[in-house]
Nanobody
Framework: QVQLLESGGGLVQAEASLRLSCTTSRGTLTSYAVGWFRQAPGKERELVAR??????YYADSVKGRFTISRDNAENTVYLQMNRLKPEDTAIYSCAARRYGTLSYNYWGQGTQVTVSS
């Protein structure tokens, strides 16, 4: 099992960049696909980006601006967010899905990202 912890959120102006980190205090992430989700007030949670083995996925709304990557030596998955927009404001959470399973069973507590115009 893994216990996820996010960091790197904050308050920035539009067009700024932030890098979110997702690490685990227990276990290793190498056996898991990891996704970054976000939820804005009054909206459903959405998958923003995912890294699974050597493949990545991005929601259309962030494609070309966000990059997900992993550093196995650091046991960390990153979400580099560039050219942030006010509509990117949300709580961002990372989640892990063990390879071969369908559900994200492990979640972090989330980190707030606020983008001002």
């Amino acid at each position: 099992q893994v216990q996820l912890l996010e960091s790197g959120g904050g308050l920035v102006q539009a067009e700024a960049s932030l890098r979110l980190s997702c690490t685990t205090s227990r276990g290793t992430l190498t056996s898991y696909a990891v996704g970054w989700f976000r939820q804005a007030p009054g909206k459903e949670r959405e998958l923003v980006a995912r890294i699974s083995g050597g493949t990545t996925y991005y929601a259309d709304s962030v494609k070309g601006r966000f990059t997900i990557s992993r550093d196995n030596a650091e046991n960390t998955v990153y979400l580099q967010m560039n050219r942030l927009k006010p509509e990117d404001t949300a709580i961002y959470s990372c989640a892990a899905r063990r390879y071969g399973t369908l559900s994200y069973n492990y979640w972090g507590q989330g980190t707030q990202v606020t983008v001002s115009s």
